[in-house]
């Protein structure tokens, strides 16, 4: 279900806020075995064409293993807690994967289908501001991402998701829709979500 509302920053532009879910729902009872208690995903389109995503994540923070700046992860982004989009036009096969960690790296890459990838976006060549604040109970995270980055439509399908890792190294997976048997955001069924990027209000 998604719901319209405004971002955080009460510019007015229009937006949807969506609730993730975990993959496996026995982590979602009262949170008794996740440390996470509410996961949201927020996306709206910007004046200049830029697509930006708000991630808020409220539960026990420091039961979780949250990457900061002056520690950045090893690896892949997605090996550890990191918050992902998945971003198409409306019609094709090709797709464009966004991870962002909290500690502020990011990684892009388009897809030519299904998990065959076309090629990565060296993050030294483009600007994409990821912020991130981390308190006892609450972390979130934002990324605006330019339109150089986004498929040429002015309509968009996507998917929202993250990887959260726990303090003992086990990661949970979470999505606004999980379409097959195992955790696969690449899954195009798991891309609900439709953003006109036209809808801005000035």
Not at 8 to 29: C, E, Q
Not at 32 to 61: H, N, Y
Not at 138 to 154: D, F, G, H, I, Q
Not at 180 to 196: E, V, Y
């Amino acid at each position: 279900m998604t719901t319209p509302t405004t971002p955080a920053s009460n510019s007015k532009i229009p937006a949807i806020t969506v609730g993730l879910r975990p993959f496996d729902p026995r982590l979602a009872v009262f949170g008794r075995l996740s440390a996470v208690s509410t996961l949201l995903a927020t996306v709206c389109a910007l004046p200049d064409g830029e697509v930006r995503l708000e991630f808020l994540l409220e539960g026990r923070i420091d039961a979780l293993r949250v990457p900061e700046a002056e520690a950045p992860p090893p690896g892949p982004l997605w090996e550890h807690t990191c918050f992902e989009a998945f971003i198409s036009a409306p019609e094709g096969e090709s797709y464009r994967e966004f991870n962002f960690s909290p500690a502020g790296q990011w990684a892009a890459s388009e897809f030519l289908r299904y998990r065959e990838i076309g090629h990565t976006f060296e993050e030294e060549n483009f600007a994409l501001p990821v912020k991130s604040a981390r308190r006892k109970d609450r972390l979130t995270l934002t990324a605006e991402v330019p339109p150089v980055l986004l498929p040429a439509s002015p309509v968009l399908r996507l998917g929202l998701a993250a990887v959260i890792e726990r303090e003992n190294g086990k990661l949970e997976y979470w999505a606004v829709h999980h379409p097959a048997s195992r955790p696969d955001f690449h899954h195009a069924d798991g891309w609900t979500l439709r953003l006109d990027t036209r809808l801005v209000t000035q």
